[in-house]
């Protein structure tokens, strides 16, 4: 069966036909500049740059659902676009078409304190919804690093650091409001917290990446304040303590909000980044949310976890600038990575495995990047079991790509082979295709029936996911 | 469009063929006794029994792949069914078929205790699984208070007291192994904690209520056993004050385990049932899990919250005989209901709202049952919105039957209404599909355009969540 989901050609006369009369509805909220759609296509992947034909800015639900009538009756590609942090192709268009940049649909719609939620637009990034809430005694925790969009974080089931304690964007979202692809706009869920009325549209657009229904309107779970924050850091013999101390923490029902693990070559490239003398050992940082006494209770049976399993000193604080001091080495792990190779890039790659093999899965990880002499420190929301990454290349070495290429290769392969996922966090988008049948066998024909029903021409997105 | 989802008839010639093909796959595994097959359209709900034409029992997913593959063949529903507590017509029969009894599918079948995982299949009861645990030092925390199977649960995405705390059936699966209606069977996720490889058909598959695939194994998430558990008991001079202490319980991040709205009706019910003396206003029923240090911490925040709010006095103990005493009145909600109204029967529906709406929907619930003459006490899980009404109903009174009807429409109109759900966890199934459209409008037509997409011969529990 020939599937909508595979384009196999750019229909440039599509395009050409829709192009004026987008122009025309949105006037100079159509750009067409070549700079403009490199940059839409840019991803932070070695994955080439595709750029779109155009980008469009709409400032509502209506200018969305016309787009997309514009574009279903054309033919035309639409590409969702936040702010461009993705890192597997996802923002490419590698058959022309619409990038809809949802920079001026970063509103606030709603916040409902006493029921810990807010209705956003898809455009706001968490940093800006986070400044917003802050006064209320609010947050939204859902941390992947990057100051992505909502609206990305949803289109890629995006998770980081806090998931351990305040899971994904699947469990953090409410309801959304989304254009489907035959410019229906539906509103997938009332604002109660839990609901078991029909199956879970709203679960299924959260990972969908943009290709089954463009998002406008984002009900999300919102948490309090906790009273206290402690941080903590903790400085392991081996890879394998860190985890056991990581895996006993976790069955033993201490709610910790973060658990992160860096790797002794990115301690050394922190030390060397910030001038730090930490230990250049397999470290864990910590951090506990709740009442003064229970972080405090906390930390200390963690302390002693560690303790058991070799681990220490165990430095623990509550005061806000002390805990920016412990976690300054976690926060800086991206650009001190950088330094280890001056003028190289980093990519970013990401698995999760059961966290009883993540030791074993780091382990071969590093022993697979000496033997392949690629610069590779490892971070790893341990709690999870998902580790990323960051790779260290020349993107001019082509040899360097393609032993990069065959590490991928290999890492996704352990993942999958220790009943784990070829990614955490990052999505599928281009750049993980090939592996979603090795993970998941005939789940994917699933996937595609579904998406041929709701998409049938295919211009949600076209290219990801789906080779 | 004609969609198959909506069967018109029974078609009984395809009945005729499938069963002696059945019976010879499944020998006495397949039965056709008439009080075998009511008792298996029976539900606890008002709606008519329905029954199936036979009931088998498979032993492992070959067995329920060969039994789909037969059915499919042939046009016969399959119903997937467990122990039969579930509350809205689920497991009727309307255009009879094959019920799939899974009691000989209920074990377990891998623990993993670093993981914190399990993989079980779908015809163990919670009860059953959590003995099993128990010597491990893990629970699955979900308690929907019947003793459902876990593949029921799945279902209808269930959830229940501990939802509060550790969220629901949503967020509590790893992945699922499901025939689908095509025969095949596929495995939705891998074993790792958390994955965004494409569309998220585990959640697809949780609330599908037996429409989309029939779950065969299932891998959960399992929480440690808390170090402390403490309960509390507070009673409120209204379900007002006793709503605005549970919001701001949730604001302040208290992490309570559960919290339990008894209305007065219900807690009258239970002085009479277990012969105590208990205030007989709105109270608060709450579990807190954590360290010793942290439950103490908890408690007494909530307790300071409830005594501004013009509750108390709050009890609490953290010892385990005392618990229970404290928590009798709720565990014996149902009964002591019951009690109310001698000869009469329960019938239990539930709706969810916002929580900021709670207190004024509670309100607006309860002078609707006395103006329409109903005997029907509230029992809420109110950290969530979500409550339910007892009501006492003589089954054979024609005329109470109607005004019971007309109290249902109008509580699923008001849920909606507040931006609320007709049903927060007992499903659709077939008492509640009039209202999944005035809910969801659209929304319904993407799960239509689904069900088609993956059951195009409308073979899988039909007559359910669509009208």
Redo the contacts between chains.
């Keep these: 069966m020939a599937l909508a989901t595979t384009r196999q050609a750019r229909d440039q006369s599509g395009i050409d036909l829709a192009l004026p009369i987008i122009r025309q509805r949105f006037g100079d909220r159509c750009e067409t500049g070549r700079a403009l759609c490199e940059q839409h296509g840019h991803t932070t992947t070695w994955l080439a740059n595709e750029a779109p034909d155009a980008v469009v800015y709409p400032e509502n639900t209506e200018e969305v659902a016309a787009l997309v009538e514009i574009c279903r009756e054309h033919r035309v590609p639409i590409i969702p676009f936040g702010v461009g942090t993705s890192l597997e192709g996802h923002v490419n268009a590698p058959f022309g078409g619409i990038s809809v940049d949802f920079a001026r649909m970063n509103r606030v719609l709603q916040v ?6 807010c209705i956003v637009e898809p455009g706001i990034t968490r940093k800006a919804l986070n400044a917003h809430l802050r006064d209320r ?1 609010l947050f939204f925790p859902i941390d992947p690093g990057a100051d992505a969009t909502i609206g990305g974080m949803c289109a ?4 980081g650091t806090n ?1 351990v304690r305040y ?2 964007m ?2 953090n979202v409410i309801a959304l409001e989304a254009v ?1 692809a035959d410019g ?18 709203t ?2 657009l ?3 990446e943009g290709t ?1 229904g463009v998002i406008t309107k984002i009900t999300l779970k919102l ?5 206290a924050i402690s941080a903590a850091v903790c400085p392991f013999p081996s890879v394998d303590a860190a985890c056991r101390a990581t ?1 006993a923490t ?6 910790v909000a973060r658990i992160e693990l860096l790797d002794a070559m990115q301690m050394k490239a922190v030390n060397a980044y910030a001038k730090l003398d930490l230990a250049e050992t397999p470290t864990l940082f910590l951090e506990f ?6 972080v ?3 930390s200390e ?1 963690v302390a002693a976890i560690a303790e058991e399993l070799g681990g220490g000193p165990f430095r623990f604080s509550t005061l806000a600038e002390e805990r920016t001091r412990l976690w300054q080495a976690r926060h800086d792990a991206y650009f001190a990575a950088l330094g280890l190779r001056p003028g190289c890039t980093v990519f970013s790659t990401d698995v ?5 093999r993540l030791a074993e899965c780091v382990a071969q990880t590093r022993d697979d990047l000496d033997s392949l002499d690629l610069v590779g420190p490892i971070v790893g929301h341990v709690g ?3 580790f990323h990454v960051l790779i260290l290349m020349d993107p001019a070495d082509a040899a360097e790509r393609d032993r990069a290429s065959e590490f991928l290769e290999r890492l996704s392969q352990r ?2 082979a220790m ?10 988008g281009q750049g ?1 295709m090939k ?2 049948r090795r ?9 595609r ?6 998409d049938p021409d295919g211009i949600l997105n076209p290219g990801k ?1 789906f080779q």
Aim: hydrophobic share 35%.
């Design positions: 409902n304190d006493e029921d810990l939620t005694g890629t089931r995006a998770s998931a899971g994904t699947q469990g489907m229906e706009v539906i509103t997938t869920a009332s604002r109660a917290k839990k609901s078991s009325a029909g199956y879970d549209i679960r299924l959260i990972g969908s089954l948490s309090g304040i906790p009273e895996i976790i069955q033993s029902g201490i709610p949310h709740g009442s003064e006494a229970a405090a209770a906390d049976m999760c495995v059961p966290i009883s999870d079991g998902n993942a999958i009943d784990g996922t070829c990614t955490g966090e990052h999505g599928i993980k592996y979603l993970e998941l066998g005939g789940t994917v024909d699933v996937m029936a579904i998406k041929l029903a709701l996911i």
